[in-house]
Structure formats: structure tokens, C-alpha cells
């Protein structure tokens, strides 16, 4: 025995605890704009497997804010449920967690459409939520062409990974959307036709402008210049001839 328990209660516990974790970090009460069609809140989750140095969510990535208990989140849900028709899940990554999938089935027991932001290198965390009807809609970010994610997101990838994340989604009859953002020096027309192709006849894709910000994780993301509006026009045209549906945010 350890104290109160046994150590086999206590492996118990721990694995229960790990299974359940997920670091909340943030509620967003209301947004018109982050699940399409839908009036819904949104909920950051800390932690992120990716450095990529555009990204001005710093303090998910690295997970600094305090979190936010889960019980607490689920009792605003059940308050707001008269008023907010969806969640939308964002990070960071929340795939990385296990708990995922049982916080969003309790989401889903009070009644409510799931948004899934993701970055696409957990395809089996996706599969998952996707076969047990956990998800409504998919957003993954196509960073950049499949053969220059390590540059991009500053760390390694897998390609499979990523490829097969856009396959579970695009076959997976749930909406979707799949989306790039416009990063100065790295996105240029050979990119945005290298994505288009290798998303060729999705439902729906976004170019995103890039924004600098002062938290963004490389320092010249910082002050970047964003690329030009009629730039993103040009991409938007030519990645129409790979996807019917595309449009642009942000500018």
C-alpha cells in the first residue's frame, strides 16, 4: 500500500487522470465568425507540436495561461445552451490530448455542433472523433506545400501524416474546410498550386492574409509586410482550377 491507496489504484487514477486532461486555457463567449452558419463560443486549448514562426498564439503554444477546469467550461455550456448553437475546439493542437474525445462527447451530450480546428499530424486522434460522431466540422491549416512543412512549422513532420489527415477529411462526409495562410516569403503561386493540387476537389478552401504580431514566435513575423490583396486575388484564381469553392480572410 502507498498511503490511502494501492499503487495499482493509484497507476489507476493516474492513467484516468491522463486520459481525461485536457488544459483549457480560454473561452471565447460568443463569435459569429469562427463556425460557419453558426452562433457559437469558442475554447482554447494549450499546447502545440508545432513552431511555426508566423503564428501569433505564442502563449497557447507554449501553454503559459492559466488553465481553466473542465467541470467549470461544461457548466457555462449548460448555461448558454438557449443562446449558442456550437463550440468550436481551437488551439494550439487539441488532438495532442486524449481527453479530447471525451470532453467533446460531453459537449455533445448538451446538445451542441462541434468545430475542430486542427493542424492535421494526429490522424488517428481525427479519425477517431470523426467514427464516433464527435465533430460537425473540420478546419485543418495546409500550412505550405507537403514537402516544405519542416521549414514551415519549425520543427519535423510527418508528410504521411498530413496527407493522411486530408484524406480522413475529405472522405469523411462531415463539413470541412481546409485553409493557408499567406505567408510573406514562403507562399507564393508555385505553393498555392502545389496545395491546391494535393486538395484538389475539397469542399471548401481559404486563404487566410497573414497578419505581423508582436507574439508571434519568429521575431520577423514580427513586423512582416503582408503580401499585397491583389496577390491573394491571383492565388484565389488559380487555386479554382483545382477546388470549387474558394475564398479569401482578411483582407
Known sequence: MTGKYS?????????????EFVPI???QKTTLIDFPGKLACTIFIGGCNLRCGYCYNSDLVFSNLPSIGKESVITFLRARRRYIEGVCITGGEPTLYPGLSDFCAKIKSLGYLIKLDTN?????????????????????????????YGIVAGTNVSRDAISESISII??????????TTAIPDVI?????????????????????????????IGQKYRTAEPLPAEKLMEF???????????GLRGI
Open 7 to 19: 499503487r495499482g489504484r493509484l497507476r489507476e487514477m493516474f492513467l484516468k487522470s491522463k486520459h
Open 25 to 27: 486555457k480560454g473561452i
Open 120 to 148: 492535421g499530424t494526429n490522424p488517428s486522434a481525427i479519425r477517431n472523433l470523426i467514427s464516433c460522431g464527435l465533430v460537425d466540422y473540420i478546419a485543418m491549416d495546409v500550412k505550405c506545400p507537403i514537402d516544405s
Open 170 to 179: 475529405m472522405d469523411s462526409g462531415i463539413s470541412y474546410e481546409f485553409r
Open 188 to 216: 507564393n503561386m508555385d505553393a498555392i498550386l502545389k496545395i491546391s493540387a494535393t486538395i484538389k476537389g475539397a469542399k471548401s478552401y481559404f486563404i487566410q492574409q497573414f497578419r505581423p504580431d508582436q507574439k508571434a
Open 236 to 246: 484565389k484564381k488559380a487555386a479554382e482550377k483545382y477546388i470549387l469553392n474558394v
